[in-house]
C-alpha cells in the first residue's frame, strides 16, 4: 500500500507553491548575483521534486526496507519545506501593506528566515543528539500504605521503544539496557509499544533485551503498536500469529506479560511477610483502537466491586487516558505507571514547569498526577533532566513516562529525551 493520494497530491501542491514564491522572492530582491541565485534555487528544488517522488513511491506498510526508508526521506523532506513555508508565512505578510499603497515590510523576511533556519535545526538537533541522549527522572512516592518490607523498593519503568525505528542499529538499544541495568532495580517494568508494525522489528535487538536484570525481574504490557493495527494483514489469523509472536519473544527475553493479569511481588524480612499488587492490562484504546484491557478481569474482586481492597497496588496501563476515565474513578489503586504520548516528541522547559504539544490532546502527557479530591487533576509536570521529585501518593496517582522511541519522523525535540523513570517507594509514617 502506498501513500494517499491526497496525501501525495498535498506534498507537491505545497512544493511547487513555496518554491515558487520563494524563486520569484529570489528573482525581485536586490541582490547583484539573483539570477544566479533563483536558477541555484530552482535547480535545488527540482531535485528535492524528484526527491518527494522516490519517498511516495515507496510501499508504505511493509517491513522490506520500505518503512524504514520513508520515516528518513519524509522526514529529511519535512525539515527541508516546513522552514521554507515558515519563510513564505511571514514574507506574505510583509506584502500586505502594498494593498494599501504602502512599502513591503521587508525585515519580516529576515524574521521567517531565522525562524526557518531555528526551526532546522531544532529537527536536526534533535534527530542528531536528543534522541540518543538518555535523561533519567528520579521520582519518589511516599505512602502510608506501603508495606513496611517494600521501604525503599526500587521500580524502573521503560516504555515505547518502537524498536522499527531503529531499523538494525543496534547501538542506542545496547546503551539504554545498560543504563538501565547500572541502577540495580529491585522491579523493571516495560509499559507498552515494543515495536511499531510488526514483531519481525525485534529480531535484530531480541538478544539485548533479554540482558536486562531485576531483583524480582522484567513483567511487560502490549501498547497500542503492539498489535499490528497498522498493517494490511492477509488474514486475521496472520495478524494473531504476529502478536503471538510478540509475547513468545518477550516471554524469550525472560520478561514475564501481564495481560489483564496481575501477580504479587513478597518479600520476608525478619519474620514478616509483605507483597504489593502488580497489576497490567492490556491496551485501553481511543477509537480508532480497541479496548481490550479489562482492570476487573485483572484484578477480580469479589461481587464484582470497584477494586478497593487494602492491598497496595501498581497498575501497567499504556495509555494515560484509562486512569483518567476509569481507574481514578472506581479503584483505590495506588500507582498507575503508563507511556504512550511521547510528548509528542516536542517539549520545553521554562519558569520550572515542562510545555508539550502534547497538552493539546491529552490531559496527562508526561510526569506525575495525582487526583486532588475535587475531581480535578492536578499536574506536577515533568522534573528538568536528571531531576529528583519527590511525591505523596495520598489520592489514586499516575506517572506517565514520555517513552524511549519514536514513531513517524526520528526525532526528539527539547527537553524530550528517552525517558528512563526510576520509582524509590517509600513508607511514610
Same mark, same amino acid.
Given at each position: 500500500?502506498?501513500?494517499?493520494?491526497?496525501?501525495? $497530491?498535498?506534498? *507537491? %501542491?505545497?512544493?511547487?507553491?513555496?518554491?515558487? !514564491?520563494?524563486? @520569484?522572492? +529570489?528573482?525581485?530582491?536586490?541582490?547583484?548575483?539573483?539570477?544566479?541565485?533563483?536558477?541555484?534555487?530552482?535547480?535545488?528544488?527540482?531535485?528535492?521534486?524528484?526527491?518527494?517522488?522516490?519517498?511516495?513511491?515507496?510501499?508504505?506498510?511493509?517491513?522490506?526496507?520500505?518503512?524504514?526508508?520513508?520515516?528518513?526521506?519524509?522526514?529529511?523532506?519535512?525539515?527541508?519545506?516546513?522552514?521554507?513555508?515558515?519563510?513564505?508565512?511571514?514574507?506574505?505578510?510583509?506584502?500586505?501593506?502594498?494593498?494599501?499603497?504602502?512599502?513591503?515590510?521587508?525585515?519580516?523576511?529576515?524574521?521567517?528566515?531565522?525562524?526557518? $533556519?531555528?526551526? *532546522? %535545526?531544532?529537527?536536526?538537533?534533535?534527530?542528531? !543528539?536528543?534522541? @540518543?541522549? +538518555?535523561?533519567?527522572?528520579?521520582?519518589?512516592?511516599?505512602?502510608?500504605?506501603?508495606?513496611?518490607?517494600?521501604?525503599?523498593?526500587?521500580?524502573?519503568?521503560?516504555?515505547?521503544?518502537?524498536?522499527?525505528?531503529?531499523?538494525?542499529?543496534?547501538?542506542?538499544?545496547?546503551?539504554?539496557?545498560?543504563?538501565?541495568?547500572?541502577?540495580?532495580?529491585?522491579?523493571?517494568?516495560?509499559?507498552?509499544?515494543?515495536?511499531?508494525?510488526?514483531?519481525?522489528?525485534?529480531?535484530?535487538?531480541?538478544?539485548?533485551?533479554?540482558?536486562?536484570?531485576?531483583?524480582?525481574?522484567?513483567?511487560?504490557?502490549?501498547?497500542?503498536?503492539?498489535?499490528?493495527?497498522?498493517?494490511?494483514?492477509?488474514?486475521?489469523?496472520?495478524?494473531?500469529?504476529?502478536?503471538?509472536?510478540?509475547?513468545?519473544?518477550?516471554?524469550?527475553?525472560?520478561?514475564?506479560?501481564?495481560?489483564?493479569?496481575?501477580?504479587?511481588?513478597?518479600?520476608?524480612?525478619?519474620?514478616?511477610?509483605?507483597?504489593?499488587?502488580?497489576?497490567?492490562?492490556?491496551?485501553?484504546?481511543?477509537?480508532?483502537?480497541?479496548?481490550?484491557?479489562?482492570?476487573?478481569?485483572?484484578?477480580?474482586?469479589?461481587?464484582?466491586?470497584?477494586?478497593?481492597?487494602?492491598?497496595?497496588?501498581?497498575?501497567?496501563?499504556?495509555?494515560?487516558?484509562?486512569?483518567?476515565?476509569?481507574?481514578?474513578?472506581?479503584?483505590?489503586?495506588?500507582?498507575?505507571?503508563?507511556?504512550?504520548?511521547?510528548?509528542?516528541?516536542?517539549?520545553?522547559?521554562?519558569?520550572?514547569?515542562?510545555?508539550?504539544?502534547?497538552?493539546?490532546?491529552?490531559?496527562?502527557?508526561?510526569?506525575?498526577?495525582?487526583?486532588?479530591?475535587?475531581?480535578?487533576?492536578?499536574?506536577?509536570?515533568?522534573?528538568?533532566?536528571?531531576?529528583?521529585?519527590?511525591?505523596?501518593?495520598?489520592?489514586?496517582?499516575?506517572?506517565?513516562?514520555?517513552?524511549?522511541?519514536?514513531?513517524?519522523?526520528?526525532?526528539?525535540?527539547?527537553?524530550?529525551?528517552?525517558?528512563?523513570?526510576?520509582?524509590?517507594?517509600?513508607?511514610?509514617?
Amino acid at each position: 500500500m502506498r501513500l494517499p493520494l491526497p496525501v501525495i $497530491i498535498t506534498l *507537491f %501542491a505545497v512544493s511547487i507553491l513555496v518554491d515558487f !514564491y520563494i524563486w @520569484t522572492d +529570489i528573482r525581485q530582491g536586490k541582490s547583484r548575483n539573483r539570477w544566479a541565485f533563483s536558477n541555484a534555487y530552482a535547480i535545488s528544488s527540482f531535485l528535492l521534486w524528484i526527491f518527494l517522488g522516490v519517498v511516495v513511491a515507496l510501499p508504505r506498510r511493509d517491513l522490506d526496507g520500505g518503512v524504514y526508508a520513508i520515516m528518513w526521506m519524509l522526514t529529511v523532506y519535512l525539515s527541508i519545506y516546513i522552514p521554507k513555508l515558515i519563510y513564505c508565512v511571514f514574507s506574505i505578510i510583509g506584502r500586505i501593506p502594498l494593498i494599501f499603497r504602502g512599502r513591503r515590510w521587508t525585515w519580516l523576511n529576515y524574521v521567517g528566515g531565522g525562524l526557518g $533556519i531555528l526551526g *532546522f %535545526a531544532l529537527v536536526w538537533h534533535g534527530i542528531l !543528539y536528543t534522541r @540518543t541522549h +538518555i535523561q533519567h527522572v528520579n521520582l519518589t512516592v511516599n505512602s502510608e500504605r506501603l508495606p513496611e518490607n517494600f521501604d525503599g523498593y526500587r521500580i524502573v519503568q521503560i516504555s515505547d521503544l518502537h524498536l522499527g525505528t531503529w531499523g538494525t542499529d543496534t547501538k542506542f538499544l545496547t546503551d539504554f539496557v545498560t543504563n538501565v541495568n547500572n541502577l540495580r532495580p529491585d522491579l523493571i517494568v516495560f509499559t507498552g509499544d515494543l515495536v511499531n508494525q510488526k514483531a519481525d522489528e525485534v529480531k535484530p535487538f531480541a538478544k539485548i533485551l533479554s540482558k536486562l536484570e531485576a531483583t524480582d525481574g522484567v513483567y511487560s504490557i502490549l501498547g497500542n503498536h503492539d498489535y499490528g493495527d497498522y498493517v494490511d494483514w492477509p488474514s486475521q489469523e496472520a495478524k494473531a500469529e504476529n502478536l503471538e509472536a510478540l509475547k513468545k519473544i518477550q516471554a524469550d527475553a525472560g520478561w514475564k506479560m501481564l495481560n489483564n493479569e496481575h501477580d504479587f511481588i513478597v518479600k520476608s524480612k525478619s519474620g514478616r511477610r509483605d507483597s504489593i499488587a502488580l497489576i497490567g492490562v492490556e491496551n485501553w484504546g481511543e477509537p480508532p483502537f480497541g479496548k481490550y484491557g479489562d482492570l476487573k478481569k485483572a484484578y477480580p474482586v469479589e461481587n464484582n466491586k470497584s477494586i478497593k481492597d487494602k492491598n497496595f497496588k501498581i497498575l501497567l496501563t499504556h495509555n494515560p487516558e484509562h486512569w483518567v476515565q476509569e481507574v481514578r474513578k472506581i479503584t483505590n489503586i495506588d500507582l498507575s505507571l503508563s507511556g504512550h504520548t511521547h510528548a509528542m516528541q516536542v517539549s520545553f522547559d521554562a519558569f520550572g514547569k515542562r510545555y508539550s504539544p502534547a497538552a493539546l490532546r491529552y490531559q496527562t502527557w508526561g510526569g506525575f498526577y495525582t487526583e486532588n479530591g475535587i475531581g480535578e487533576i492536578e499536574d506536577f509536570g515533568n522534573p528538568e533532566t536528571s531531576g529528583i521529585l519527590e511525591r505523596n501518593l495520598e489520592h489514586p496517582s499516575l506517572y506517565v513516562n514520555i517513552g524511549a522511541g519514536e514513531v513517524g519522523m526520528p526525532f526528539r525535540i527539547g527537553a524530550s529525551n528517552p525517558e528512563i523513570t526510576i520509582i524509590t517507594l517509600k513508607k511514610s509514617k
